[in-house]
């Protein structure tokens, strides 16, 4: 959860390490975690850099990234196959842990971008959590975009070439990030 590691990834907040500590967080999870905030970290210091037009709260979505998966901690099944039961079970046990309705949601939302109004932490949570593998989700990136062009009253195929330009380089680290989360076991 921290320390020096190969490739270079933010440590995770404190109170998130804790947090997976106290719930016996398998090291994969962790692993996956650090991965997804330290991708969270370049895109909200990109979109401060160059979008100072759009307003979000930054501690949110590196808190939402650092978290969003955590209740595989109670679906073991979900850190290496498919399912959804995560979603609700980790906001549940952010709640329950004393973490607010505001951050906790992430936990819910990170899959379901596209089923209802999100705020814009809540696109760039998804976001992060999409592309550490570089994996690229057109109608995910097409909200972004979306967003980026209201706010700074530029066209959307400017704010698309910005936007692809930094996912694309994200995106050229994905294969030592999943090296990085594949080295550590599933299982505590």
Same mark, same amino acid.
């Given at each position: 959860?921290?320390?020096?590691? #190969?490739? +270079?990834?933010?440590?995770?907040?404190?109170?998130?390490?804790? *947090? @997976?500590?106290?719930? !016996?967080?398998? =090291? &994969? $999870?962790?692993?996956?975690?650090?991965?997804?905030?330290?991708?969270?970290?370049?895109?909200?210091?990109?979109?401060?850099?160059?979008?100072?037009?759009?307003?979000?709260?930054?501690?949110?979505?590196?808190?939402?990234?650092?978290?969003?998966?955590?209740?595989?901690?109670?679906?073991?099944?979900?850190? #290496?196959? +498919?399912?959804?039961?995560?979603?609700?079970?980790?906001?549940? *046990? @952010?709640?329950?842990? !004393?973490?607010? =309705? &505001? $951050?906790?949601?992430?936990?819910?939302?990170?899959?379901?971008?596209?089923?209802?109004?999100?705020?814009?932490?809540?696109?760039?949570?998804?976001?992060?959590?999409?592309?550490?593998?570089?994996?690229?989700?057109?109608?995910?990136?097409?909200?972004?975009?979306?967003?980026?062009?209201?706010?700074?009253?530029?066209?959307?195929?400017?704010?698309?070439?910005?936007?692809?330009?930094? *996912?694309?380089?994200?995106?050229?680290?994905?294969?030592?990030?999943?090296?990085?989360?594949?080295?550590?076991?599933?299982?505590?």
């Amino acid at each position: 959860m921290s320390g020096i590691v #190969s490739p +270079p990834l933010l440590p995770l907040p404190d109170r998130v390490a804790d *947090l @997976l500590s106290e719930l !016996g967080s398998p =090291p &994969r $999870l962790a692993a996956h975690l650090r991965a997804v905030h330290d991708v969270a970290h370049q895109l909200v210091d990109w979109m401060e850099r160059t979008h100072p037009a759009v307003v979000f709260d930054r501690e949110a979505v590196l808190f939402g990234a650092a978290t969003h998966d955590v209740g595989k901690t109670v679906h073991l099944s979900e850190l #290496s196959g +498919p399912g959804a039961a995560h979603e609700e079970a980790g906001q549940t *046990l @952010l709640l329950g842990h !004393g973490v607010s =309705p &505001r $951050l906790a949601r992430f936990a819910a939302t990170h899959a379901s971008w596209a089923e209802s109004p999100v705020d814009v932490e809540d696109l760039l949570v998804s976001l992060a959590d999409k592309i550490w593998k570089n994996k690229r989700v057109p109608d995910l990136e097409d909200l972004v975009v979306a967003r980026l062009a209201e706010a700074t009253g530029r066209a959307a195929w400017e704010e698309f070439i910005a936007l692809d330009g930094v *996912l694309a380089d994200i995106g050229d680290a994905a294969d030592e990030r999943l090296a990085f989360q594949a080295s550590f076991p599933v299982h505590g």
